[in-house]
C-alpha cells in the first residue's frame, strides 16, 4: 500500500498526524528525549497572563489505573511564553497551541490577543477551570457561562480557538453546540474528572488541595461516550482526550468521532509514548487498508437507535 495520509486539519491548522500532547503533561524538555517534529501538534501547559504559584502539595496522586492532580494551574505568566516557550517551539515544524487559562472573560481576552502573535497557529482556552465569574464553577459547566466566554473572547481575537471542555457537566453536548454557536474552531472533550484520594493510615486527603482531577485509563470509557454524543451534535472537529495509552486507544477515539487525540497522563508513563501510538496508528491504517486516517473519523458501527438522545437512556 502506498503511503498512509495522516494529516488532519483541525479548525484550520494542519498538522501532520493527529497525535498532541494534552495540556500540562509536556514541556520543552521532552526535546531532549525524542524529535517534537514527529508530533501533530505541540500543546503548552496552560498560561495565566501573571506569574501563579499553584496549589499547596501534595500536587498528584496515584490510583487505580490512574492519577489525581490539583497543580493549580502553576504559570510563568505571558511574558515568560513570549520570551521564552514561543521562540524555542518555533524551531520545530510542528504547529503550536497555547494554553490560556483565565479568572475572567476580560482576562481571557487580553491574554488572547497578547499570545496572538507570529508562531502561535491556535489557542486552547481552558474553560474547564475554577472562574471568578461563576461561583467558582467552570465556564463549560453551562452552556449559557460558555457561549458567553467563547463569543466574548472570539470577536476580540483572529486566531484559531479551541474550547477546551469539561466532563464535570450533565450536559456536554449542549456545553458543546454553545462553544460552536459562540464561534470554536475546535472542542477538546474533555479535561479531567473532579474525584478524591483519601490516606486511610492518616485519614489525610492524599491531595493538598483536597480534590483534583482524575486522568488516565480508568476515565477513558467515560470520555470516549463523550466523543461519541458530541460528534452526533456538532459540526466542528473534535479533539479527544482521555486515557489515551496506545495506537489502539486513539484509533478508538477516532472512530467515535475525534478528528484528532491529546496524550496526558500516559507521557508520565512512558515519555516516547506518543511516538510509538503514532507508529501504531500508522501500521493500523496499512493491516487495514486504510488510505486517509480522515476516513475513520466516525466511523463506529452501530445497530440500534440513531438517536443519540434515546442511547443515552440506558
Same mark, same amino acid.
Given at each position: 500500500m502506498s503511503e498512509i495520509d495522516m494529516e488532519v486539519s483541525i /479548525? #484550520?491548522? !494542519? =498538522?501532520?498526524?493527529? @497525535? =498532541?500532547?494534552?495540556? /500540562?503533561?509536556? +514541556?520543552?524538555? &521532552? +526535546?531532549?528525549?525524542?524529535? %517534537?517534529?514527529? %508530533? /501533530? +501538534? !505541540? @500543546?503548552?501547559?496552560s498560561v495565566t497572563r501573571y506569574p501563579r504559584m499553584g496549589n499547596i502539595g501534595p500536587r498528584i496522586a496515584e490510583t487505580t489505573a490512574g492519577m489525581i492532580n490539583a497543580v493549580g494551574i502553576q504559570s510563568k505568566g505571558s511574558q515568560s511564553m %513570549?520570551?521564552?516557550?514561543?521562540?524555542f517551539y518555533q524551531q520545530y515544524n510542528s504547529p503550536l497551541i497555547i494554553s490560556i487559562s483565565a479568572d475572567t472573560a476580560d482576562e481571557f481576552i487580553d491574554l488572547a490577543q497578547e499570545l496572538s502573535v507570529p508562531g502561535v497557529a491556535a489557542l486552547e482556552i481552558n474553560i474547564s477551570c475554577p472562574n471568578l465569574e461563576d461561583d467558582g464553577r467552570s465556564y463549560a459547566m453551562d452552556p449559557a457561562q460558555t457561549f458567553r466566554v467563547v463569543d466574548y473572547i472570539k470577536k476580540k481575537t483572529k486566531i484559531p480557538l479551541f474550547a477546551k471542555l469539561t466532563p464535570n457537566t450533565n450536559a456536554i453536548t449542549e456545553v458543546a453546540i454553545a462553544a460552536e454557536a459562540a /464561534?470554536?474552531?475546535?472542542? @477538546?472533550? +474533555?479535561n479531567t474528572m473532579l474525584s478524591m484520594a483519601i490516606d486511610v493510615e492518616s485519614r489525610k486527603p492524599k491531595i493538598g488541595n483536597i480534590m483534583g482531577g482524575l486522568s488516565g485509563p480508568c476515565i477513558k470509557p467515560i470520555i470516549l461516550r463523550m466523543v461519541y454524543q458530541v460528534y452526533k451534535k456538532v459540526g466542528i472537529p473534535i479533539i479527544g482526550c482521555g486515557g489515551i495509552c496506545s495506537a489502539e486507544d486513539a484509533i478508538e477515539y477516532m =472512530? &467515535? #468521532? &475525534?478528528?484528532?487525540?491529546q496524550v496526558g497522563t500516559y507521557n508520565f508513563v512512558n515519555p516516547i509514548g506518543m511516538v510509538d501510538i503514532i507508529q501504531g496508528m500508522k501500521e493500523h491504517a496499512i493491516r487495514h487498508k486504510i488510505s486517509s486516517l480522515n476516513d475513520i473519523v466516525g466511523s463506529v458501527c452501530v445497530i440500534g437507535p440513531e438517536d443519540i438522545d434515546e442511547v443515552a437512556t440506558y
Open positions: /479548525g #484550520g491548522v !494542519l =498538522m501532520k498526524n493527529p @497525535v =498532541m500532547p494534552a495540556s /500540562g503533561t509536556f +514541556a520543552e524538555e &521532552a +526535546a531532549q528525549i525524542f524529535d %517534537l517534529n514527529v %508530533l /501533530g +501538534a !505541540l @500543546v503548552t501547559k %513570549l520570551n521564552t516557550s514561543i521562540p /464561534g470554536a474552531d475546535a472542542v @477538546v472533550v +474533555a =472512530m &467515535a #468521532g &475525534a478528528s484528532a487525540v
